[in-house]
């Protein structure tokens, strides 16, 4: 695992975009995991950005979302598919329906998270991860308990989970939908290179732990421990907790120029 502390969200776009940039120069058709949630949203700045001045296209790429909220309905703002939409898709230059997400409003949900690993696999996977973290460890909406070898498939959602993000929801935590589909943690473990980014002291317990704690599935995302090619990009604040800080920062600094993350 790579931890980069960086002084903020937008050197943490710049980053993460320059990854993106240099994967999709050396393959236009590949395939981006996309997260929601705030953390990603400097990268989708950046991204947009490059993409206006001309220096990366999508033209070629497809994308999957990590997750969508079960029943909001199809126009509703916070629909994962719409945010995703709102906030990256509709900026750059994507093809009509080269992004996909889990259907949220499916009669048949079963059915409906197999497709979605068909095409995922069909796609020949994804290339490269966006993820944020969730304050009690969850990567996508994989909650404490889940299973580390879980695939796409429904999951309750905590309260604390509901909590935090009732902010989207106007601060009402009831207005937040109990059930979610997901990616599973095997799922995203397939990805090839998985690029995890958090910021603020709120995160910091679940960093700790992500970087340094127990493989444990109380904490979901210690799971990326496992991959050979996982990203942490961190703020000073979200890297507060960490016991072996010094040493991630020397690596850094030591880093080869030509080697990107
Ligand atoms: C939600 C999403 C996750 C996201 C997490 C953190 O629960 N399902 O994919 O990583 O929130 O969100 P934020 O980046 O806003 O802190």
Redesign the pocket.
Known sequence: MEVVILTGAEEIGALAADAIGALLARKPAAVLGL??????LTIYDQLAARCDAGLVSFAAARGFT??EYVGLPADHPERYRNVIDTVFVSRVDFAPGAVQGPDGLAADVPAACERYENAIRAAGGVDLQI????TDG????NEPGSSLASRTRIKTLTMQ?RR??ARFFGGDVNAVPTHCLTQGLATIMSARHIVLVATGAGKADAVHQVVEGAVSAMWPATILQHHPHVTVLLDDAAAGRLQLVDYYRETYRCKPNWQGI
Do not use: E, V
């Open positions: 997260a929601t949630g705030s953390s990603p990590l997750d993820l944020g973290l969730g969850h990567i996508a909406f989970t935090d993000n």
